[in-house]
């Protein structure tokens, strides 16, 4: 076990394992290119490590180069690749094989492709250390693998976690014991959008709101925002099979995670065990349902009073509807309830007072199971 920063990893593998695969790499490249002088071209900061392992294992003449590329600023993608060391020069009429240390999503190698299409190379090809086949789009082929691995957030060997562990020999991958996976529940007008925030904050979780990543999907018209738009269109709920994938989706954009809220679901029984399902696949687990407790009064005052002048809601200022939104709530969430405390993982916190109190609150449950390792 190791600690970097914040966070904890543990031995995923080790180094008599990563060499045997740079070899196997090297190997499959050399016999396609015996007979000619490739250019090896290495994408930093992450490669550098695989390169110079590769270049040792690689028997015929070769030349190398370098490019560099960065989408993230510390563990957060900016959806934006840009081109920080350029293509090597006079590589016209040559074939080029791309070193990366790590395929995942694609959205790098996207940009590697865009650099050479303009180039006129012999012939281009990609090759890869590690690949997450799970998460890769598949939109370019992957010519040379040394090991498919699940979609886990690793560092060592060149891999980095806020620029440490890159020179580590072995491979480690983040602890999930560290994790923090919580469904968080609550009546309308309960604070529970509020609260989100705080944890979100306080144990650097991924907040991921269901009604957020619809709209996301449907706006951006993905496969699954589409397929859902169908069922809706003809006035039909959607099935929880597309809610789920595209909560598997949020998951995997964030392998690094030291956990999840859930907001919005599961709704019922069937959407629970599906979740629970969901986190068994990435080996994680729902650790804790919080429920936001309050007087539907005090919850009704609130939404008039506050909710609908700020939130221009029509179903926040309508005191009928408003009950009616609280009964399906009710009606909703006892079968939710009576499965998660089968499960000893369902907490019913005190939702009235100030929000200072109310996170307090949340704190100590969290803090009392133990959870989080201060």
Do not use: W
Not at 47 to 52: C, T
Not at 83 to 99: A, C, H, K, Q
Not at 237 to 261: C, Q, S, W, Y
């Amino acid at each position: 076990m190791i600690q970097l920063h914040d966070k904890r990893f543990k031995l995923f593998l080790q180094e008599e394992e990563i060499m045997a695969a740079v070899k196997k790499i090297a190997e499959e490249i050399a016999e396609d290119y015996r007979e000619e002088v490739p250019i090896f071209v290495g994408v930093l900061n992450g490669a550098f490590m695989f390169v110079s392992d590769f270049l040792k294992f690689y028997p015929y003449p070769c030349e190398v180069s370098f490019v560099k590329l960065s989408s993230y600023r510390g563990l957060t993608s900016t959806g934006i690749v840009e081109t920080l060391l350029d293509v090597p020069e006079n590589i016209e009429g040559r074939s080029v094989i791309i070193l990366e240390d790590i395929i995942d999503t694609g959205r790098t190698l996207q940009e590697l492709v865009h650099l050479f299409t303009s180039t006129n190379v012999k012939e281009f090809k990609i090759a890869s250390l590690f690949y997450k086949s799970e998460i890769y789009n598949g939109e370019y082929a992957i010519d040379y693998f040394g090991m498919e691995i699940p979609n886990n957030f690793i560092v060592g060997y060149g891999l980095d976690y806020k620029e440490q562990g890159r020179n580590l020999k072995n491979v480690y991958e983040l602890h999930p014991d560290q994790m923090i996976n919580l469904v968080l529940f609550g009546k309308p007008g309960a604070g529970k959008g509020t609260q989100a925030n705080f944890l979100k904050e306080q144990y650097s979780l991924i907040h991921i709101s269901t009604g957020d990543v619809f709209r996301y999907n449907i706006k951006n018209k993905t496969e699954l925002g589409q397929l859902a738009q169908s069922y809706m269109d003809k006035g039909d709920l959607v099935p929880d099979e597309v809610t789920i994938k595209m909560l598997r989706d949020e998951v995997e954009k964030h392998p690094e995670a030291n956990g999840f809220i859930f907001d919005g679901f599961p709704r019922t029984v069937a959407q629970a065990q599906a979740l629970d399902n969901l986190m068994e696949s990435k080996e994680m687990k729902i650790n804790a349902t919080i429920a936001l407790d309050a007087d539907e009064e005090v919850l009704l005052e609130r939404l008039l009073n506050r909710g609908g002048k700020e939130s221009g809601r029509p179903d926040d200022q309508d005191k009928d509807r408003i009950k009616n939104r609280f009964e399906e709530y009710n009606t909703k969430t006892a079968p939710l309830q009576a499965y998660y405390e089968s499960q000893a993982k369902f907490h019913s916190i005190n939702g009235v007072g100030a929000i200072e109190e109310i996170t307090k609150r949340i704190k100590g449950v969290i803090e009392s199971l133990r959870l989080v390792e201060q």
